[in-house]
């Protein structure tokens, strides 16, 4: 199939802040080593092969890091080396590797080479700094000729390998590890998140993902909030209220506790118990009683408070203890973490004594099954303080009031800081973060011995989790609805409590290794974001084909979201890949990350309506990783990707991990934002133009309110882009300047709808230095946040080629009457633009331009690609479309006259082959035409035959009439243009013709 004819003008970029291919080679082995690779400079300046390299930004980061120089590349002749007793975790890794970066390793035992990546257990291996925590958790990662994972537990291995993960994912091919050496550890005990399944069902799906997803940070603790009910139903009225129990038993016994709507059964927690084995994470399942227990109760309404109509237990039944114990009992034995929680939260004040009595029969009795007991804190509110508790429960410090964290640090109770003010989230509530936690806050100011306002020492408190609670029951969410609010919490606050220090980096470098290191692997459902990562994406989730992909590998993998999906071609013959945008589009480029089996280039090409395209740019890939090219603001549907042919000779395709179409360039990223002011340092308006919707700009409480930023130069744009956190503008202006001082307004917007939001406000075309955007209210009062101030020339600028065709083909898509091909030239430069096209057949190379003067009836046969292009100056663009067509010429429309016999001399005479002796009148005459398939107006003397379409085999054939005149006759041949094709000689007997 042909392809675009290569065009030069366009520019080839990298994205802003993606890191530049590994440039040093390592240095710490003497030899080249056989077997595997070693990352080379592609444009090594002087010394930098002697550069130390810095820290790794992992997730949580690194404690130390030991930079040596040069990197080790890893290729499919490396191996994952294991000593026995962590094959699994071996074997693991190496499905991860596969999923993560392509590479496809063996799990192997013995001795190391290099190339290989060793996982070592050593069970004697201690850190001082570390200590205890380094003990159970912490690893050691070292890289020279081969990468070495070693810790004390499976835990510190299974550690290591995810820091490992990260670090090769963000390489340029996901294959290359910086040279040097890591002793990591966290600082705190539990890092975790709770999920409360008990008032929403979350599949077990969901629930396998979470663990995954949580492994991968190295988040250790996942309580799991079984039972629940709402808390204010309608008439008070708890034996109507929506209720969950989420475990379901065979035992008939226990009949009617587990909910319709959802539970787990003994299989699905084994599999969740089996998952969290061997990543490192601790369910702890919670079945809360005696409050919170409208489930329950109205499973046995006997033992309920009010005559059952309560979400509490009558504690003073024994009957309420033996069926408290017999759940307990039940479903203690299928779970194997270390852990169980009882809840004991926000029961009755008034019955203290009978709580407090349970409390301890309670932790006593958890115990007797083996297991640590857990609870909620509420003896300062249920007690007036912890004497005559059980003091070897551990604590969630929930509530400053209830019982705080400074209560529990004087008590000398172990406690996990969960404090509602700073780390519960109720989804889409008006209380309690209900659009997710503040994560920028977090990163840049929280510890985990911090929460509502109180501070503890960090060697009292055993670590933090963050909370989801579904206090909303009758709205309607989904799962994944609560994920996109709280997804990004997850390596906020591993990071903060694994390295409870002052990061090290930017909330807005943090973000962006985020987006590049992902969730980690083996996700089913998480990793498929509602919103593109990419700045400026606009193909997210669009429909992606491609001429050919391997099996398991279709191009639909390139736009869903996903990190860790990819196209594979399959074949080394040229592929391309179309994306459909749904609609009419301003775009600006394409971004893509490609594998290791990268291609040599491609073209790009954009349709309006999949079947005129336009040649937009040419572009050669220098290796894997990212890729960019950008082009001037044009208007497309569609957008393809062409002529994909692998660069190494050897392989057997192309592949990529996604394909990204652009917006055009985004004018505010980088610029100089000012502001009225800030809420706190933490919130620049810088953070408004980094490109990072992760960061934001927080405005001053008071009087006037605006941000604005200088592009540096006077630059055209037409399009400002407004991404609202939760306190939104309300009614605010858009205005513009050339010296920062005189200001035009250009947009005017009011009552805008309160909650988060984007506003893409569009105008005429301005030139201008300045924007700003001034705020006269705001939708949650003095609160006034704005994540990012994007500024855009969305005006199709350049020259542009269009094509059209009129006509109708078969169902075979054949044309069977020529089509009428239409040209048009648009954009800037379009006044005055020339237009040409050229018609290529199957097979054949040369292109023969012809000026265009207006619609062209196509002919031919076969599928041929109709070439168009407008030239205005120095501007050309080129495009084509490809038509099938199988149609015979059209007789020309006009007479042309007789050729003087005059004129018929030796200068025009042709050889086409007429009969080398006389015939009869009525015979047939076949003669050979200069062209087939091509009409020739047939004169035979002055008497006229008519119009004669030229066959390729058989030449023009017709019949010598028996009135022609005897003897030699001229037969002459006009073409279409009215032009003398040539003549020649026929012999014609006399008389009339034979029978």
């Given at each position: 199939m042909p392809h675009p004819i290569p065009i030069t003008s366009q520019s080839s970029t990298r994205p802003p802040s993606v890191p530049t291919r590994w440039a040093t080679t390592l240095t710490a082995a003497a030899v080249m080593i056989s077997g595997f690779g070693l990352a080379t400079p592609a444009n090594a300046e002087e010394g930098t092969q002697n550069a130390v390299n810095t820290k790794p930004a992992v997730i949580p980061s690194l404690h130390t890091w030991t930079g040596g120089t040069g990197s080790l590349e890893l290729s499919n002749s490396s191996r994952i080396v294991v000593e026995a007793g962590l094959e699994q975790i071996g074997g693991e890794f190496s499905d991860d590797l596969a999923e993560m970066t392509g590479l496809d390793l063996d799990v192997v035992s013995g001795a190391s080479a290099p190339g290989d990546i060793t996982l070592d257990l050593v069970l004697e291996d201690q850190h001082a700094a570390g200590g205890q925590r380094y003990a159970e958790e912490g690893y050691r990662l070292q890289t020279d000729t081969q990468v070495t994972i070693s810790a004390p537990t499976e835990t510190g291995v299974y550690y290591g390998t995810r820091s490992l993960l990260q670090i090769?994912?963000?390489?340029?091919?996901?294959?290359?590890?910086?040279?040097?050496?890591?002793?990591?550890?966290?600082?705190?005990?539990?890092?975790?998140?709770?999920?409360?399944?008990?008032?929403?069902?979350?599949?077990?799906?969901?629930?396998?993902?979470?663990?995954?997803?949580?492994?991968?940070y190295k988040l250790n603790r996942f309580q799991i909030h079984l039972n629940d009910n709402e808390i204010f139903p309608e008439h008070e009225d708890f034996t109507q209220a929506y209720t969950g129990f989420r475990l379901k038993t065979d035992n008939p016994a226990f009949a009617g506790l587990a909910s319709a709507d959802g539970a787990y059964d003994k299989a699905d927690w084994d599999s969740f118990e089996g998952t969290a084995a061997t990543r490192g994470v601790q369910l702890v399942p919670e079945i809360d009683v005696p409050a919170h227990s409208a489930a329950i109760v109205n499973w046995k309404p006997s033992i309920g408070l009010n005559g059952g109509n309560s979400d509490m237990l009558d504690l003073s039944k024994p009957e309420t203890i033996t069926t408290v114990k017999d759940i307990f009992n039940e479903f203690t034995p299928w779970f194997r973490g270390e852990e169980v929680h009882f809840g004991a939260d926000e029961y009755t004040r008034s019955l203290g004594n009978v709580y407090r009595d349970f409390y301890n029969t309670m932790g006593a009795h958890v115990r007797s099954l083996g297991k640590q007991p857990v609870a909620w804190g509420s003896q300062t509110v249920m007690s007036g303080g912890i004497a005559g508790y059980d003091k070897d429960v551990i604590i969630n410090s929930w509530n400053n009031g209830w019982y705080g964290l400074k209560t529990a640090e004087a008590d000398g109770v172990k406690f996990i800081n969960t404090n509602d003010a700073t780390l519960y989230v109720v989804p889409f509530a008006n209380y309690y973060h209900g659009n997710g936690l503040n994560n920028q806050s977090l990163y840049q100011t929280w510890t985990p011995n911090e929460g509502g306002g109180q501070t503890v020492s960090p060697s009292s408190v055993l670590g933090a989790q963050f909370a989801v609670w579904n206090d909303l029951v009758n709205m309607d969410y989904t799962e994944m609805d609560v994920h996109g609010l709280i997804e990004r919490s997850f390596p906020t606050i591993a990071q903060k409590s694994w390295a409870a220090v002052d990061p090290d980096r930017t909330f807005a470098q943090f973000s962006a290794t985020l987006d590049t290191v992902g969730m980690g692997p083996g996700l089913d459902l998480i990793d498929a974001k509602g919103t593109s990562t990419v700045p400026g994406e606009v193909s997210a989730g669009a429909a992606a084909t491609a001429t050919a992909s391997a099996e398991g590998y279709g191009p639909a993998h390139l736009t869903d979201g996903k990190s860790l999906t990819r196209w594979e071609s399959g074949t080394a013959d040229a592929t391309d890949i179309t994306i459909d945008l749904g609609k009419a589009t301003k775009i600006g480029g394409i971004q893509c990350e490609w594998a290791q089996n990268a291609p040599v280039g491609y073209g790009v090409e954009t349709s309006a309506d999949g079947v005129f395209w336009n040649r937009v740019a040419q572009h050669d890939v220098e290796g894997p990783g990212p890729d960019q090219v950008t082009f001037g603001t044009r208007e497309a549907r569609y957008v393809k990707v062409a002529g994909l042919?692998?660069?190494?000779?050897?392989?057997?395709?192309?592949?990529?991990?996604?394909?990204?179409?652009?917006?055009?360039?985004?004018?505010?990223?980088?610029?100089?934002?000012?502001?009225?002011?800030?809420?706190?340092?933490?919130?620049?308006?810088?953070?408004?133009?980094?490109?990072?919707?992760?960061?934001?700009?927080?405005?001053?409480y008071n009087g006037e309110r605006w941000i604005g930023t200088d592009l540096g130069t006077a630059q055209k744009f037409s399009e400002v882009t407004l991404k609202w956190e939760g306190a939104s503008a309300k009614d605010y202006t858009v205005s513009v300047s050339d010296n920062g001082t005189d200001w035009t307004v250009v947009s005017t917007q009011?009552?805008?709808?309160?909650?988060?939001?984007?506003?893409?406000?569009?105008?005429?075309?301005?030139?201008?230095?300045?924007?700003?955007?001034?705020?006269?209210?705001?939708?949650?009062g003095v609160y006034l946040s704005l994540y990012e101030l994007e500024i855009r020339n969305t005006a199709v600028n350049g020259l542009n080629v269009s094509g059209s065709l009129e006509g109708v083909p078969n169902e075979e898509g054949q044309y069977e009457t020529p089509p009428a091909l239409t040209l048009t030239a648009s954009g800037a430069a379009a006044a005055g633009a020339s237009l040409d096209y050229a018609v290529q057949t199957e097979g054949s190379e040369e292109l023969q331009w012809i000026p265009y003067t207006g619609p062209v009836a196509l002919e031919g046969q076969g599928v041929a690609t109709v070439h168009a292009r407008a030239t205005s100056g120095s501007d050309v663009s080129?495009?084509?479309?490809?038509?099938?067509?199988?149609?015979?010429?059209?007789?020309?429309?006009?007479?042309?006259?007789?050729?003087?016999?005059?004129?018929?001399?030796?200068?025009?005479?042709?050889?086409?082959?007429?009969?080398?002796?006389?015939?009869?009148?009525?015979?047939?005459?076949?003669?050979?035409?200069?062209?087939?398939?091509?009409?020739?107006?047939?004169?035979?003397?002055?008497?006229?035959?008519?119009?004669?379409?030229?066959?390729?085999?058989?030449?023009?054939?017709?019949?010598?009439?028996?009135?022609?005149?005897?003897?030699?006759?001229k037969v002459s041949l006009t073409d279409a243009d009215g032009e003398l094709a040539g003549w020649d000689h026929v012999v014609k007997k006399g008389g009339p013709a034979r029978p």
């Open positions: 090769l994912v963000q390489s340029e091919g996901r294959n290359v590890v910086p040279a040097g050496s890591a002793i990591d550890w966290p600082d705190y005990q539990e890092r975790g998140f709770l999920l409360d399944v008990g008032r929403r069902f979350f599949t077990p799906e969901f629930i396998q993902d979470y663990i995954k997803m949580m492994s991968y042919t692998p660069a190494d000779a050897d392989a057997t395709g192309v592949g990529a991990w996604s394909l990204s179409v652009m917006a055009p360039k985004n004018l505010a990223i980088g610029s100089a934002a000012t502001a009225s002011g800030v809420e706190a340092a933490g919130f620049p308006a810088a953070q408004a133009v980094d490109g990072n919707s992760s960061t934001r700009w927080s405005a001053n009011t009552g805008k709808a309160a909650g988060a939001r984007t506003d893409v406000i569009s105008f005429d075309p301005v030139t201008a230095r300045h924007v700003r955007v001034n705020v006269q209210a705001s939708t949650l080129e495009g084509y479309l490809l038509v099938n067509l199988n149609t015979a010429p059209q007789e020309p429309g006009f007479t042309p006259p007789a050729p003087a016999m005059g004129a018929l001399n030796e200068t025009n005479q042709a050889d086409l082959d007429a009969p080398k002796g006389p015939v009869n009148g009525g015979e047939h005459v076949i003669l050979t035409a200069p062209a087939a398939d091509t009409w020739y107006f047939v004169y035979v003397e002055s008497s006229p035959l008519g119009w004669l379409l030229s066959d390729a085999d058989a030449g023009i054939s017709f019949e010598l009439a028996a009135d022609h005149q005897a003897g030699a006759q």
